[in-house]
């Protein structure tokens, strides 16, 4: 579909946002106002599969995505409801199109195209590493470009350059293990259920100082890589050598999230000395934990940078910022033919300029 075939092209109407690239299916609305606040979402609806996928001790990409199919039009209609609108108010719409899992991102994107199509007006698809990395848009006083941001997910652990939005370069990437990935595999040697990462950070708070120690990967020589596979094996051992207490089990979590932080808070501090920013955007699932939150606001303080968080329902995959990214280049005249086309891997850098 090129631009002379929409029959309503898109002039600041309500957004339609799609999530569905792993276990959850978010749906937004938003109407792209840049001074309004919350940038104007308007709603937004969200089921998680985490009880899916727990017996299985992590997700089953084709229970996701037969999942997103049951969820994600009643959550339209939800969504949709909670506005006080039709489709037939929607402007545009957005589905997140890559890096996630084929069979689940190809729901929102079959669903979000047949929509469009239907209506006559745009859509696009989302990065979702875009849609994370613009998530703390969503809140009060949001940050403007030049940034650094910290995307820690369960699949990416990323400090990338922002010096407008859609132009994106990678500072440091990860090597191995995802910070999320690395919560959630050590929560699980530990014994704990399916996803262990905010498990593993409420058993930390439990856990006494100083009674274990492990190392800041990658934190003596310079660079902004990650790795995190090694740390994990740190505390298998810790774990396999000790008494295997509930105590020890908190003490080893504490000490696991303080090494992740320290190390996130190093690597954060090298790359905006490298890029001369000042401001810093955390995002992504990991960017809810509470210990990487006031540890990077008190590094900010005492440094002299400022740090932007979506709020916590934000920072875990959710359709609004999903909604909010498409919106942006659905303002700027963006879109893409009529074609179902998803990316399980798909490059941050390669996107276009908003
Ligand atoms: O961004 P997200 O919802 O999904 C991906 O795009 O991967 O991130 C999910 C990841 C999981 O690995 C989860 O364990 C982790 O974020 N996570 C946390 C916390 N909440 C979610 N990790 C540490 N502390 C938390 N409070
Ligand atoms: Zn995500």
Redesign the pocket.
């Known amino acids: 579909m090129d631009n002379k075939q929409l029959s309503k092209p898109f002039v600041g109407k309500p957004v339609l946002g799609i999530e569905s690239?792993?276990d959850?299916t978010g749906v937004a609305l938003l109407r792209w106002d840049p001074d309004a606040p919350g940038r104007g979402l308007l709603a937004h609806t969200l089921y998680s599969q985490i009880k899916l996928h727990a017996d299985y001790g992590g997700v089953v990409p084709e229970l996701a995505s037969r999942d997103h199919v049951r969820k994600l039009l009643p959550l339209i209609r939800e969504a949709l409801a909670e506005a006080g609108l039709t489709v037939q108010d929607l402007g545009g719409v957005a589905y997140t199109a890559g890096p996630g899992l084929v069979g689940a991102l190809l729901v929102g994107a079959s669903a979000g195209r047949a929509l469009a199509w239907a209506l006559g007006v745009p859509a696009i698809g989302v990065h979702?590493m875009e849609g994370?990395l613009l998530a703390p848009l969503l809140e009060e006083d949001p940050p403007e470009p030049p940034f650094v941001a910290l995307l820690?997910?369960?699949?990416?652990s990323m400090l990338v350059e922002v010096k407008a939005i859609g132009e994106y370069r990678i500072l440091g990437d990860t090597l191995d293990d995802?910070?999320?990935?690395a919560?959630?595999k050590t929560a699980k040697l530990m014994g704990l259920p399916y996803?262990?990462?905010?498990a593993?950070?409420r058993l930390a708070e439990q856990g006494q100082p100083g009674a274990f120690h492990f190392s800041r990967p990658m934190t003596n020589r310079p660079g902004l890589d990650f790795s995190f596979s090694g740390l994990k094996t740190q505390v298998l051992l810790a774990w396999q050598k000790s008494d295997q207490s509930d105590q020890t089990r908190a003490d080893i979590a504490r000490a696991f999230q303080e090494a992740i932080v320290d190390t996130l808070i190093i690597k954060c501090r090298r790359a905006l000395e490298a890029s001369g920013a000042t401001r810093l955007v955390i995002a992504?699932?990991?960017g809810?934990?509470?210990h990487?939150r006031s540890e990077l606001a008190a590094a900010g303080e005492k440094d002299g940078f400022k740090v932007y968080f979506p709020r916590l329902l934000f920072?875990?995959?959710n359709g609004a910022m999903i909604a909010l990214a498409g919106a942006i280049r659905l303002a700027s005249g963006q879109h893409q033919d009529a074609s179902i086309e998803v990316r399980p891997r798909w490059d941050l850098e390669t996107l276009p300029p908003a």
């Open positions: 690239s792993c959850e979702h994370h820690v997910s369960g699949g990416h995802a910070a999320g990935e919560f959630d996803p262990g990462g905010p593993l950070a992504g699932g990991v809810a934990n509470r990487l920072c875990t995959d």
